[in-house]
Protein backbone atom coordinates (compact mmCIF):
# COMPACT_ATOMS: atom_id res chain seq x y z
CA UNK A 1 0.00 0.00 0.00
CA UNK A 2 2.80 2.83 0.80
CA UNK A 3 4.99 1.48 -2.01
CA UNK A 4 1.72 2.40 -4.18
CA UNK A 5 0.99 6.18 -2.38
CA UNK A 6 4.15 8.25 -1.67
CA UNK A 7 2.15 10.82 0.13
CA UNK A 8 1.21 8.06 2.85
CA UNK A 9 5.04 8.14 3.35
CA UNK A 10 5.01 12.31 4.06
CA UNK A 11 1.94 11.40 6.39
CA UNK A 12 3.24 9.18 8.44
CA UNK A 13 6.34 10.75 9.03
CA UNK A 14 4.24 13.55 9.91
CA UNK A 15 2.62 11.73 12.42
CA UNK A 16 5.85 10.41 13.55
CA UNK A 17 6.93 13.92 13.96
CA UNK A 18 3.89 14.75 15.86
CA UNK A 19 4.07 12.26 18.17
CA UNK A 20 7.71 12.61 18.73
CA UNK A 21 7.02 16.31 19.30
CA UNK A 22 3.94 15.56 22.17
CA UNK A 23 6.14 13.44 23.59
CA UNK A 24 8.58 16.03 23.89
CA UNK A 25 6.15 18.83 25.19
CA UNK A 26 4.88 16.57 27.72
CA UNK A 27 8.42 15.57 28.96
CA UNK A 28 9.13 19.41 29.06
CA UNK A 29 6.04 20.12 31.08
CA UNK A 30 6.79 17.48 33.64
CA UNK A 31 10.24 19.29 34.13
CA UNK A 32 8.55 21.79 34.41
CA UNK A 33 6.42 20.81 37.14
CA UNK A 34 9.18 19.61 38.32
CA UNK A 35 11.17 22.73 38.77
CA UNK A 36 7.98 24.08 40.34
CA UNK A 37 7.86 21.77 42.73
CA UNK A 38 11.72 22.12 43.72
CA UNK A 39 11.21 25.56 44.65
CA UNK A 40 8.34 25.42 46.50
CA UNK A 41 10.08 22.73 48.68
CA UNK A 42 13.21 25.49 48.88
CA UNK A 43 10.88 28.14 49.68
CA UNK A 44 8.55 26.04 52.21
CA UNK A 45 11.68 24.49 54.14
CA UNK A 46 13.13 28.39 54.12
CA UNK A 47 9.67 29.84 55.88
CA UNK A 48 9.63 27.14 57.88
CA UNK A 49 13.03 27.60 58.94
CA UNK A 50 12.28 31.60 59.31
CA UNK A 51 9.26 31.28 61.68
CA UNK A 52 10.83 28.80 63.66
CA UNK A 53 13.61 31.10 64.47
CA UNK A 54 11.78 34.40 64.71
CA UNK A 55 9.32 32.32 66.90
CA UNK A 56 12.02 31.13 69.31
CA UNK A 57 13.75 34.53 70.19
CA UNK A 58 10.48 35.72 70.27
CA UNK A 59 9.38 33.38 72.49
CA UNK A 60 12.59 34.16 74.86
CA UNK A 61 12.20 37.58 75.08
CA UNK A 62 8.66 37.10 75.99
CA UNK A 63 9.69 34.86 78.31
CA UNK A 64 12.06 37.57 80.06
CA UNK A 65 9.50 40.20 80.27
CA UNK A 66 7.16 37.84 82.12
CA UNK A 67 9.93 37.18 84.45
CA UNK A 68 10.27 41.21 85.03
CA UNK A 69 6.80 41.12 85.95
CA UNK A 70 6.77 38.00 87.64
CA UNK A 71 10.18 39.71 89.93
CA UNK A 72 8.13 43.04 90.70
CA UNK A 73 5.71 41.05 92.41
CA UNK A 74 8.36 39.11 94.48
CA UNK A 75 8.07 40.70 97.98
CA UNK A 76 11.25 42.90 98.45
CA UNK A 77 12.44 42.98 95.50
CA UNK A 78 11.79 47.39 95.27
CA UNK A 79 13.77 47.69 98.75
CA UNK A 80 16.88 45.60 97.06
CA UNK A 81 20.00 47.64 96.62
CA UNK A 82 20.22 48.70 92.88
CA UNK A 83 22.81 46.81 91.14
CA UNK A 84 21.18 43.50 92.93
CA UNK A 85 17.55 44.42 91.80
CA UNK A 86 18.88 44.91 88.41
CA UNK A 87 20.16 41.41 88.49
CA UNK A 88 17.28 39.98 89.66
CA UNK A 89 14.78 41.29 87.68
CA UNK A 90 16.62 41.75 84.47
CA UNK A 91 18.38 38.10 83.48
CA UNK A 92 21.67 37.84 80.88
CA UNK A 93 19.23 36.89 77.84
CA UNK A 94 17.88 40.26 77.06
CA UNK A 95 21.37 41.90 76.43
CA UNK A 96 21.70 39.36 73.06
CA UNK A 97 22.65 40.83 70.19
CA UNK A 98 20.30 42.84 68.37
CA UNK A 99 17.77 43.12 71.24
CA UNK A 100 17.47 46.43 72.98
CA UNK A 101 16.51 47.53 76.57
CA UNK A 102 13.97 46.16 78.72
CA UNK A 103 11.90 48.73 80.49
CA UNK A 104 9.60 48.78 83.33
CA UNK A 105 6.88 52.07 82.86
CA UNK A 106 4.53 53.30 85.46
CA UNK A 107 1.08 54.00 84.99
CA UNK A 108 2.41 57.49 83.70
CA UNK A 109 4.74 56.34 81.09
CA UNK A 110 8.13 57.28 83.14
CA UNK A 111 10.76 54.93 82.69
CA UNK A 112 10.75 52.86 86.52
CA UNK A 113 13.50 50.47 85.83
CA UNK A 114 16.09 50.49 82.96
CA UNK A 115 17.97 47.49 82.02
CA UNK A 116 20.87 49.24 80.60
CA UNK A 117 20.91 51.91 83.04
CA UNK A 118 20.63 52.37 86.49
CA UNK A 119 19.28 54.62 87.54
CA UNK A 120 16.88 54.95 84.65
CA UNK A 121 16.81 57.74 81.97
CA UNK A 122 14.52 60.29 82.32
CA UNK A 123 11.78 59.57 79.22
CA UNK A 124 8.41 59.39 79.07
CA UNK A 125 7.47 57.12 76.70
CA UNK A 126 2.73 57.30 76.92
CA UNK A 127 2.82 58.40 73.17
CA UNK A 128 3.96 55.02 72.07
CA UNK A 129 1.08 52.97 70.63
CA UNK A 130 2.39 49.44 72.60
CA UNK A 131 1.43 51.68 76.38
CA UNK A 132 -1.80 53.08 75.01
CA UNK A 133 -2.49 49.40 74.00
CA UNK A 134 -1.39 47.90 77.02
CA UNK A 135 -3.22 50.80 78.80
CA UNK A 136 -6.77 50.66 77.15
CA UNK A 137 -6.73 46.82 77.05
CA UNK A 138 -6.42 44.83 80.20
CA UNK A 139 -6.32 41.55 77.95
CA UNK A 140 -4.32 42.11 75.62
CA UNK A 141 -1.12 40.09 76.33
CA UNK A 142 1.61 40.22 74.40
CA UNK A 143 1.67 43.16 72.10
CA UNK A 144 4.39 43.51 69.05
CA UNK A 145 4.04 47.25 68.03
CA UNK A 146 4.64 49.10 65.04
CA UNK A 147 8.32 50.37 64.06
CA UNK A 148 10.06 53.45 66.06
CA UNK A 149 13.25 54.99 66.50
CA UNK A 150 13.84 54.41 70.45
CA UNK A 151 14.46 57.54 72.19
CA UNK A 152 16.16 56.10 75.14
CA UNK A 153 18.93 54.20 73.28
CA UNK A 154 20.51 53.61 69.77
CA UNK A 155 18.68 55.34 66.84
CA UNK A 156 18.12 52.13 64.93
CA UNK A 157 15.05 51.38 63.74
CA UNK A 158 13.21 48.73 66.45
CA UNK A 159 9.92 47.18 67.18
CA UNK A 160 8.78 46.68 70.64
CA UNK A 161 7.37 43.85 72.66
CA UNK A 162 5.27 44.47 75.74
CA UNK A 163 3.41 43.11 78.80
CA UNK A 164 0.78 45.00 81.12
CA UNK A 165 1.20 45.26 84.79
CA UNK A 166 -1.38 45.08 87.02
CA UNK A 167 -1.93 45.70 90.27
CA UNK A 168 -3.94 43.41 92.64
CA UNK A 169 -7.03 45.56 92.12
CA UNK A 170 -6.45 44.55 88.59
CA UNK A 171 -5.94 48.23 87.49
CA UNK A 172 -3.32 49.16 85.55
CA UNK A 173 0.17 49.78 87.12
CA UNK A 174 2.48 49.93 84.00
CA UNK A 175 4.28 48.80 81.62
CA UNK A 176 7.06 46.07 80.80
CA UNK A 177 8.54 46.55 77.40
CA UNK A 178 11.70 45.11 75.76
CA UNK A 179 12.39 46.50 72.34
CA UNK A 180 14.18 44.36 69.40
CA UNK A 181 16.53 45.92 66.87
CA UNK A 182 15.12 45.19 62.96
CA UNK A 183 18.34 44.54 61.66
CA UNK A 184 17.87 41.05 63.36
CA UNK A 185 15.16 40.27 60.90
CA UNK A 186 17.49 41.55 57.76
CA UNK A 187 20.49 39.34 58.74
CA UNK A 188 17.87 36.08 59.23
CA UNK A 189 16.34 37.02 55.78
CA UNK A 190 19.90 37.69 53.99
CA UNK A 191 21.26 34.46 55.32
CA UNK A 192 18.48 32.88 52.75
CA UNK A 193 19.14 32.05 48.86
CA UNK A 194 15.83 33.10 47.26
CA UNK A 195 17.57 33.69 43.78
CA UNK A 196 18.52 37.10 42.24
CA UNK A 197 14.97 38.19 41.96
CA UNK A 198 12.98 36.51 45.43
CA UNK A 199 11.47 38.18 47.90
CA UNK A 200 10.82 37.52 51.80
CA UNK A 201 8.78 39.85 54.04
CA UNK A 202 7.10 40.32 58.05
CA UNK A 203 4.43 42.29 58.35
CA UNK A 204 2.05 42.88 61.51
CA UNK A 205 -1.39 41.15 61.06
CA UNK A 206 -2.57 44.84 60.10
CA UNK A 207 -0.63 45.10 56.94
CA UNK A 208 2.28 47.05 58.27
CA UNK A 209 5.20 45.96 56.81
CA UNK A 210 8.64 45.17 59.35
CA UNK A 211 10.95 43.90 57.09
CA UNK A 212 11.48 42.82 53.83
CA UNK A 213 13.97 41.37 51.58
CA UNK A 214 15.37 43.13 49.33
CA UNK A 215 15.85 45.66 51.82
CA UNK A 216 14.86 49.27 51.31
CA UNK A 217 14.38 51.60 54.33
CA UNK A 218 11.67 53.92 52.43
CA UNK A 219 9.03 50.26 52.36
CA UNK A 220 9.69 49.44 56.46
CA UNK A 221 6.54 50.85 58.19
CA UNK A 222 4.15 51.00 55.44
CA UNK A 223 1.05 49.24 55.52
CA UNK A 224 -0.39 46.88 53.22
CA UNK A 225 -4.09 47.21 53.49
CA UNK A 226 -5.84 46.83 49.96
CA UNK A 227 -3.18 45.36 47.92
CA UNK A 228 -3.96 42.08 46.32
CA UNK A 229 -1.64 39.86 48.03
CA UNK A 230 -2.69 41.34 51.45
CA UNK A 231 -5.76 40.41 51.18
CA UNK A 232 -4.82 36.40 50.46
CA UNK A 233 -2.72 36.95 53.29
CA UNK A 234 -5.56 37.33 55.98
CA UNK A 235 -7.99 34.68 53.90
CA UNK A 236 -6.28 31.36 55.82
CA UNK A 237 -3.31 30.67 57.93
CA UNK A 238 -0.96 29.42 55.45
CA UNK A 239 -0.93 28.81 51.50
CA UNK A 240 0.71 29.51 48.61
CA UNK A 241 -0.56 31.54 45.20
CA UNK A 242 0.91 33.30 42.75
CA UNK A 243 0.77 36.82 42.38
CA UNK A 244 2.59 40.17 41.76
CA UNK A 245 4.60 42.55 44.11
CA UNK A 246 2.58 45.94 44.40
CA UNK A 247 5.84 46.72 45.96
CA UNK A 248 8.04 46.34 42.67
CA UNK A 249 5.78 44.56 40.34
CA UNK A 250 7.83 41.00 40.17
CA UNK A 251 5.67 38.26 39.22
CA UNK A 252 6.62 35.28 42.33
CA UNK A 253 4.82 32.16 42.94
CA UNK A 254 4.26 33.66 47.15
CA UNK A 255 4.09 30.64 50.34
CA UNK A 256 3.06 32.43 53.72
CA UNK A 257 2.21 31.79 57.13
CA UNK A 258 1.17 33.13 59.87
CA UNK A 259 3.16 32.53 63.19
CA UNK A 260 1.99 31.04 65.59
CA UNK A 261 0.84 32.78 68.75
CA UNK A 262 2.65 36.05 67.20
CA UNK A 263 0.46 39.06 65.48
CA UNK A 264 2.78 38.24 62.79
CA UNK A 265 2.89 37.35 58.58
CA UNK A 266 5.89 36.11 56.98
CA UNK A 267 5.87 35.46 53.15
CA UNK A 268 8.31 34.09 51.12
CA UNK A 269 8.19 34.29 47.66
CA UNK A 270 10.51 33.02 44.43
CA UNK A 271 10.62 35.28 40.89
CA UNK A 272 8.84 33.03 37.93
CA UNK A 273 11.89 33.82 36.18
CA UNK A 274 14.13 32.62 38.69
CA UNK A 275 12.33 29.18 39.15
CA UNK A 276 12.16 28.32 35.08
CA UNK A 277 14.96 30.03 33.88
CA UNK A 278 17.02 26.73 34.26
CA UNK A 279 13.92 24.60 32.91
CA UNK A 280 14.26 27.48 29.84
CA UNK A 281 17.40 26.52 29.17
CA UNK A 282 16.45 22.99 28.80
CA UNK A 283 14.19 23.34 27.30
CA UNK A 284 15.62 25.60 24.13
CA UNK A 285 18.30 22.48 24.13
CA UNK A 286 15.47 20.03 24.04
CA UNK A 287 13.00 21.52 21.85
CA UNK A 288 15.90 22.47 19.30
CA UNK A 289 17.01 18.80 19.30
CA UNK A 290 13.10 17.68 18.71
CA UNK A 291 12.73 20.62 16.02
CA UNK A 292 15.77 19.75 14.11
CA UNK A 293 15.02 15.67 14.45
CA UNK A 294 11.16 16.02 13.28
CA UNK A 295 12.31 18.68 10.21
CA UNK A 296 14.74 15.96 9.59
CA UNK A 297 12.04 12.82 9.63
CA UNK A 298 10.09 14.89 7.53
CA UNK A 299 12.64 16.36 4.90
CA UNK A 300 13.83 12.18 4.30
CA UNK A 301 10.08 11.40 3.99
CA UNK A 302 9.47 13.84 1.36
CA UNK A 303 13.03 12.81 -0.56
CA UNK A 304 11.82 9.78 -0.47
CA UNK A 305 8.46 10.20 -1.26
CA UNK A 306 9.84 12.33 -4.39
CA UNK A 307 12.10 9.26 -5.34
CA UNK A 308 9.15 6.50 -4.62
CA UNK A 309 6.69 8.95 -7.51
CA UNK A 310 9.73 8.81 -9.93
CA UNK A 311 10.10 5.20 -9.84
CA UNK A 312 5.95 4.98 -9.82
CA UNK A 313 6.20 7.46 -12.46
CA UNK A 314 8.57 5.12 -14.54
CA UNK A 315 6.82 2.20 -13.91
CA UNK A 316 3.41 3.69 -15.05
CA UNK A 317 4.84 4.85 -17.91
CA UNK A 318 6.48 0.85 -18.79
CA UNK A 319 3.51 -0.23 -18.03
CA UNK A 320 1.28 2.24 -20.36
CA UNK A 321 4.21 1.74 -22.78
CA UNK A 322 3.48 -2.35 -22.23
CA UNK A 323 -0.35 -1.60 -22.79
CA UNK A 324 -0.01 0.93 -25.44
CA UNK A 325 1.22 0.55 -29.72
CA UNK A 326 4.21 3.15 -29.98
CA UNK A 327 3.13 4.42 -33.11
CA UNK A 328 -0.43 5.06 -33.34
CA UNK A 329 -0.86 5.69 -29.24
CA UNK A 330 -3.78 3.67 -29.18
CA UNK A 331 -4.13 0.92 -26.57
CA UNK A 332 -2.61 -2.71 -27.95
CA UNK A 333 -3.64 -5.94 -28.79
CA UNK A 334 -2.84 -7.51 -25.57
CA UNK A 335 -4.34 -4.42 -23.09
CA UNK A 336 -7.54 -4.93 -25.79
CA UNK A 337 -7.81 -8.47 -25.04
CA UNK A 338 -7.76 -7.84 -20.82
CA UNK A 339 -10.77 -5.31 -21.23
CA UNK A 340 -13.01 -7.56 -23.57
CA UNK A 341 -12.89 -10.17 -21.13
CA UNK A 342 -13.60 -8.33 -18.44
CA UNK A 343 -16.34 -6.18 -20.22
CA UNK A 344 -17.87 -9.43 -21.76
CA UNK A 345 -18.01 -10.54 -17.81
CA UNK A 346 -19.75 -7.46 -16.53
CA UNK A 347 -22.00 -7.52 -19.52
CA UNK A 348 -23.54 -10.70 -18.38
CA UNK A 349 -23.97 -10.08 -14.85
CA UNK A 350 -26.16 -6.47 -15.71
CA UNK A 351 -27.34 -8.00 -18.71
CA UNK A 352 -26.12 -4.78 -21.48
CA UNK A 353 -25.34 -5.79 -24.28
CA UNK A 354 -21.40 -5.23 -25.73
CA UNK A 355 -20.32 -3.96 -29.43
CA UNK A 356 -17.27 -4.47 -30.86
CA UNK A 357 -16.14 -3.12 -34.08
CA UNK A 358 -13.04 -4.67 -36.20
CA UNK A 359 -11.60 -2.16 -38.68
CA UNK A 360 -9.24 -3.15 -41.72
CA UNK A 361 -7.22 -0.50 -43.30
CA UNK A 362 -8.51 -1.24 -47.15
CA UNK A 363 -5.78 -2.44 -50.14
CA UNK A 364 -3.13 -1.16 -47.00
CA UNK A 365 -0.34 -3.51 -48.90
CA UNK A 366 -0.65 -1.81 -52.14
CA UNK A 367 -0.32 1.47 -50.06
CA UNK A 368 2.60 0.60 -48.73
CA UNK A 369 4.00 -0.54 -52.17
CA UNK A 370 3.49 2.60 -53.75
CA UNK A 371 4.30 4.91 -51.48
CA UNK A 372 6.56 3.91 -48.48
CA UNK A 373 6.28 2.72 -45.53
CA UNK A 374 7.15 5.88 -43.49
CA UNK A 375 3.70 7.35 -45.98
CA UNK A 376 2.00 3.78 -44.21
CA UNK A 377 2.52 4.53 -40.77
CA UNK A 378 1.59 8.35 -41.36
CA UNK A 379 -1.99 6.96 -42.94
CA UNK A 380 -2.16 4.39 -39.81
CA UNK A 381 -1.53 7.53 -37.62
CA UNK A 382 -4.55 9.64 -38.87
CA UNK A 383 -6.95 6.57 -39.06
CA UNK A 384 -5.99 5.75 -35.06
CA UNK A 385 -6.09 9.71 -34.33
CA UNK A 386 -10.08 9.31 -36.41
CA UNK A 387 -10.90 6.41 -34.82
CA UNK A 388 -10.25 8.46 -31.32
CA UNK A 389 -12.07 10.95 -31.95
CA UNK A 390 -15.16 9.10 -32.63
CA UNK A 391 -14.71 6.49 -29.64
CA UNK A 392 -15.19 9.10 -26.45
CA UNK A 393 -17.32 7.67 -23.77
CA UNK A 394 -15.36 6.36 -20.68
CA UNK A 395 -15.96 3.23 -21.05
CA UNK A 396 -15.34 2.64 -24.65
CA UNK A 397 -11.84 1.33 -26.01
CA UNK A 398 -10.09 1.84 -29.18
CA UNK A 399 -6.82 -0.16 -29.88
CA UNK A 400 -4.46 -1.24 -32.49
CA UNK A 401 -5.66 -5.13 -32.93
CA UNK A 402 -2.46 -6.10 -35.68
CA UNK A 403 -0.46 -4.42 -38.26
CA UNK A 404 -3.88 -2.42 -40.38
CA UNK A 405 -6.45 -3.48 -38.18
CA UNK A 406 -8.09 -1.90 -35.48
CA UNK A 407 -10.72 -3.06 -32.64
CA UNK A 408 -13.10 -0.81 -30.60
CA UNK A 409 -14.87 -2.17 -27.90
CA UNK A 410 -18.41 -0.24 -26.63
CA UNK A 411 -19.34 -1.52 -23.50
CA UNK A 412 -23.44 -0.90 -22.93
CA UNK A 413 -24.05 -0.23 -27.20
CA UNK A 414 -26.35 -2.05 -29.23
CA UNK A 415 -25.88 -2.54 -32.44
CA UNK A 416 -27.73 0.29 -34.15
CA UNK A 417 -25.31 2.58 -31.98
CA UNK A 418 -22.49 0.77 -32.82
CA UNK A 419 -23.01 0.83 -36.12
CA UNK A 420 -23.42 4.61 -36.29
CA UNK A 421 -20.48 5.13 -34.71
CA UNK A 422 -18.84 2.64 -36.56
CA UNK A 423 -20.08 4.51 -39.84
CA UNK A 424 -19.04 7.91 -38.62
CA UNK A 425 -15.27 5.99 -38.29
CA UNK A 426 -15.19 5.14 -42.11
CA UNK A 427 -16.88 8.19 -43.17
CA UNK A 428 -14.22 10.30 -41.23
CA UNK A 429 -11.43 8.24 -42.76
CA UNK A 430 -12.54 8.46 -46.39
CA UNK A 431 -13.11 12.28 -45.52
CA UNK A 432 -9.06 12.63 -45.31
CA UNK A 433 -8.62 12.30 -48.94
CA UNK A 434 -5.70 10.48 -48.48
CA UNK A 435 -4.51 9.48 -52.54
CA UNK A 436 -4.80 5.59 -52.66
CA UNK A 437 -4.48 4.77 -56.36
CA UNK A 438 -4.23 1.03 -55.83
CA UNK A 439 -8.10 1.36 -54.35
CA UNK A 440 -10.81 1.17 -55.99
CA UNK A 441 -11.70 3.52 -54.22
CA UNK A 442 -8.68 6.02 -55.07
CA UNK A 443 -8.59 7.08 -51.74
CA UNK A 444 -7.85 6.02 -48.05
CA UNK A 445 -10.54 3.96 -46.55
CA UNK A 446 -11.59 1.16 -44.26
CA UNK A 447 -13.56 -1.43 -43.61
CA UNK A 448 -15.91 -2.14 -40.27
CA UNK A 449 -16.54 -5.33 -38.98
CA UNK A 450 -19.79 -4.83 -36.76
CA UNK A 451 -20.89 -7.57 -33.47
CA UNK A 452 -23.12 -6.94 -31.13
CA UNK A 453 -23.37 -9.77 -28.03
CA UNK A 454 -27.21 -10.32 -27.59
CA UNK A 455 -29.19 -13.06 -26.67
CA UNK A 456 -27.06 -16.66 -26.65
CA UNK A 457 -25.80 -16.02 -29.83
CA UNK A 458 -22.55 -15.36 -29.24
CA UNK A 459 -21.42 -17.09 -25.83
CA UNK A 460 -18.06 -15.78 -25.13
CA UNK A 461 -15.66 -12.87 -25.44
CA UNK A 462 -14.12 -14.93 -28.61
CA UNK A 463 -16.82 -15.76 -29.82
CA UNK A 464 -17.47 -12.10 -30.00
CA UNK A 465 -14.18 -11.17 -31.67
CA UNK A 466 -14.74 -14.16 -34.23
CA UNK A 467 -17.93 -12.98 -34.83
CA UNK A 468 -16.80 -8.80 -35.36
CA UNK A 469 -14.26 -10.39 -37.75
CA UNK A 470 -16.52 -12.19 -39.90
CA UNK A 471 -18.91 -9.40 -40.49
CA UNK A 472 -15.28 -7.40 -41.18
CA UNK A 473 -14.63 -10.42 -43.85
CA UNK A 474 -17.93 -9.78 -45.40
CA UNK A 475 -17.59 -5.77 -45.61
CA UNK A 476 -14.31 -6.84 -47.20
CA UNK A 477 -15.80 -9.29 -50.09
CA UNK A 478 -19.13 -6.81 -50.12
CA UNK A 479 -16.28 -4.58 -51.99
CA UNK A 480 -14.39 -2.47 -48.87
CA UNK A 481 -15.42 0.89 -47.58
CA UNK A 482 -18.33 -0.17 -45.87
CA UNK A 483 -19.67 -1.37 -42.54
CA UNK A 484 -21.43 -4.82 -42.34
CA UNK A 485 -22.82 -6.41 -39.12
CA UNK A 486 -22.23 -10.03 -38.08
CA UNK A 487 -24.80 -12.66 -39.45
CA UNK A 488 -25.29 -15.85 -37.88
CA UNK A 489 -25.12 -17.92 -41.13
CA UNK A 490 -23.48 -20.87 -41.37
CA UNK A 491 -20.74 -19.41 -39.61
CA UNK A 492 -18.04 -19.17 -42.59
CA UNK A 493 -15.51 -16.47 -42.04
CA UNK A 494 -15.92 -16.53 -38.18
CA UNK A 495 -15.47 -20.46 -37.78
CA UNK A 496 -12.56 -20.89 -39.93
CA UNK A 497 -10.95 -18.72 -37.61
CA UNK A 498 -11.66 -20.08 -34.81
CA UNK A 499 -11.04 -23.67 -36.25
CA UNK A 500 -14.34 -24.66 -35.88
CA UNK A 501 -16.25 -27.34 -37.64
CA UNK A 502 -19.63 -26.91 -36.70
CA UNK A 503 -22.05 -25.05 -38.27
CA UNK A 504 -25.50 -22.98 -37.21
CA UNK A 505 -29.50 -22.20 -38.43
CA UNK A 506 -29.59 -19.20 -41.41
CA UNK A 507 -30.65 -16.32 -40.14
CA UNK A 508 -31.07 -12.75 -41.51
CA UNK A 509 -28.41 -10.88 -43.08
CA UNK A 510 -27.79 -7.05 -41.46
CA UNK A 511 -26.25 -4.96 -43.95
CA UNK A 512 -25.21 -0.91 -42.57
CA UNK A 513 -23.44 -0.40 -45.85
Not at 137 to 154: E, K, M
Request: glycine share 6%.
Amino acid sequence: MVTHRPNIVIAISIVLASAILAIAVWLLAQMREDALRRAQDSVFNVSLLVERDVSRNLEIYDLSLRAVIEGLKQPGVLDLKPAIRQMVLFDGSVSAKDMGSVLVLDEAGNIRFDSRASPPRQVNLADRDYFKVQRDSPDVGLYVSHPFIPRATTKEVSIALSRRISRPDGSFGGVVVGTMRLTYFRRLFDGMKLGPSGSMALMLTDGTMLMRRPYDPKIIGINLTGTANYSRFTQQPSGDFFGTAAIDGVERWYAFRHIDMYPLILDVALSTHDIYIEWRRRAWIIGSLIAALDVTIIALAVLFSQQMSRRLAAENELRELARTDGLTGLNNRRSFQERVDEDWRRAQRNAWPLSMLLIDVDSFKGFNDLYGHSAGDDALIDVARRIAQNVRRPGDMAARYGGEEFAVLLPDTDEAAAVHIAERIRAAVQGLQRRHVASSHHVLTVSIGVATARDQLIQNSRALINAADGALYDAKDAGRNRVMCYRATTVHVAAREAGEASTAPDTEVRNAG
